[in-house]
């Protein structure tokens, strides 16, 4: 269905998306699930959030061949730029509801109890890219899940969502209300909380086995400050990445892309 008004009632998921996902007055993480590119709107096909609307180019349109029922609207890249508010060089955009965050328990248990389960739990973790970018390697590295503490961004915010190339929508996420504190009901599930950091008197990554370890839960915080102190102390675990000397630390999102990948 052609759009030529930029103004069209039908474009308000879509609208001025450089304020934020949501309108303005209304709270954090309630706004539609934004989704940017083939591949990515793809990936929200084939997941369990309900697509609202797909806008785009005829050209980006016809390469998604939609589903029958998926409310889809076409336009130029003069009026998509004009309701969204930027240039959109991957010419299609797509909206979904948004699914409440997994309960804790579940996502400790998982589909089966008595399966291996590798987790990421984050701290402050307040920049969307990184945490796309960690849920990304996330998917790709075999964890099966996200925890994150009150303070960590959100993960269906359109950045986070375009950095993971959508495959954050695959990752169930839970909220730890109580921070650090909560690391506990991990422990009681059986897992293995490793801390990531680069001090010196951590151990070398490279001894924790995770064939000894199940369940392993990696705790990574914030770029620049790192874990806090509280949640390096509820860990069973201090761990760093053994590196070059003169190099102290890697950014977050590739420091959990080597931690994942070593804890497979």
């Given at each position: ?66 589903p029958e029922g998926v409310a889809a609207f ?46 990421a739990v984050l701290e402050a973790l307040n ?6 970018s960690i849920a990304r390697s996330a998917v ?125």
């Amino acid at each position: 269905m052609p759009i030529t008004d930029p103004a069209d009632d039908r474009l308000a998921d879509f609208r001025d998306l450089v304020a934020g996902d949501r309108r303005p007055g209304t709270p954090r993480g309630s706004g539609p699930v934004i989704v940017e590119g083939v591949p990515a709107v793809r990936r929200l096909l084939a997941s369990p959030y309900r697509v609202r609307a797909v806008l785009g180019v005829p050209g980006r349109l016809v390469e998604l061949d939609l589903p029958e029922g998926v409310a889809a609207f076409e336009a130029d890249k003069w009026v998509l730029s004009e309701v969204i508010g930027f240039r959109l060089t991957r010419g299609v955009l797509a909206s979904a509801d948004r699914r409440p965050p997994a309960d804790v328990d579940a996502l400790l248990a998982g589909p089966d109890p008595a399966a291996p389960r590798r987790l990421a739990v984050l701290e402050a973790l307040n920049d969307a890219e990184n945490l796309g970018s960690i849920a990304r390697s996330a998917v790709a590295l075999g964890i099966d899940g996200l925890l994150l503490d009150p303070r960590c961004a959100d993960p269906l915010y359109r950045r986070a969502v375009r950095v993971s190339m959508g495959h954050v929508l695959a990752l169930p996420f839970a909220v730890l209300a109580d921070w650090p504190g909560e690391l506990d009901r991990l422990h009681a599930a059986g897992y293995l909380t490793v801390a990531l950091t680069p001090a010196p008197d951590a151990v070398d990554l490279a001894g924790v086995d995770p064939r000894a370890h199940p369940r392993t839960a990696v705790l990574l915080g914030a770029e620049g400050p790192g874990l806090t102190p509280e949640a390096q102390r509820a860990a069973r675990v201090r761990a760093r990445i053994p590196m070059r000397e003169g190099v102290d630390s890697l950014g977050v999102a590739a420091a959990a892309a080597v931690v994942f990948a070593t804890l497979r």
